[in-house]
């Protein structure tokens, strides 16, 4: 397995000091957690800050932001701010050769089924513009499954797979989100997955804890080729990563 991890876990550390700590721990891969100060337009901005991961050996790919944002709102307003923020994503994805992109496929305000049908067709209609974006810059946009939650959309195999489809997008596995639905097993089987987020839970909550913490099948691991450690603290990347070496 290509292993890396996200940079939640080194949260606030300059991108100087994510790369060199990633190669120190021989992992092979960071997803950029584009959130805050490392906002997909601040860094633009600031393309001094990027410098390090524009000439490092590792590959790169970026989780988009996602904290306020919605590309399935049926707020037009909510929906097209989040779409500009996540072509913003796609430009910086291109300027330090990042090779994808991860995306969450939106949520509900209210949990009716005729909303959460309309919700879906405006994701992937929001989701393919960004593949055709993704394409002209070389960069490949994946939506990624979400926890057993009813406000959510992609919960399940078969939703996750209606918007990669209906889009042209492909997707990325959170094993902890997986974790929570009745069809975890089939998420691994699932065409066109770009890596795998690595977490685990107790099965209920999306709790992101250390691989082997939780009720996730490690023997499932077996099938992923690769993988990012999305896990708040270092400390617990390194427990993982350790978990996965012992697989």
Do not use: W
């Not at 078969?158 to 492909?170: P, T, V």
């Not at 596995?173 to 890596?195: M, P, R």
């Amino acid at each position: 397995m290509k292993l890396g991890f996200s940079t939640l876990a080194l949260f606030m550390k300059s991108l100087e000091d994510m790369e060199k700590i990633a190669k120190e721990n021989n992992f092979e891969m960071i997803e950029l957690l584009s959130e805050g100060p490392y906002a997909p337009g601040y860094l633009l901005e600031n393309s001094h800050l990027l410098e390090p991961l524009k000439n490092t050996s590792l590959e790169i790919c970026i989780h988009a932001p996602n904290v306020d944002l919605n590309v399935a709102s049926i707020n037009r307003g909510i929906k097209e701010e989040s779409k500009r923020q996540l072509f913003e994503t796609i430009d910086l994805a291109a300027e330090i050769s990042a090779t994808a992109i991860t995306l969450h496929p939106g949520h509900i305000g209210r949990i009716e089924k005729r909303i959460k049908d309309m919700a879906t067709e405006i994701a992937i209609e929001s989701v393919g513009e960004l593949v055709d974006y993704g394409k002209e810059k070389n960069v490949i946009v994946s939506v990624e499954n979400m926890p057993n939650r009813a406000k959510f959309l992609g919960t399940t195999p078969e939703d996750i797979e209606r918007i990669s489809e209906g889009s042209g997008s492909n997707i990325t596995i959170d094993t902890g989100h997986a974790n929570t639905t009745e069809y975890c097993s089939e998420f691994f089987d699932l065409k066109n997955i770009s890596y795998f987020h690595l977490n685990d839970n107790d099965g209920i909550k999306d709790q992101h804890v250390s691989l082997g913490e939780g009720t996730l099948d490690l023997e499932l691991l077996k099938k992923v080729n690769k993988g990012i450690l999305e896990l708040n603290t270092f400390e617990k990347v390194l427990k993982s990563q350790k978990v996965i070496s012992n697989i």
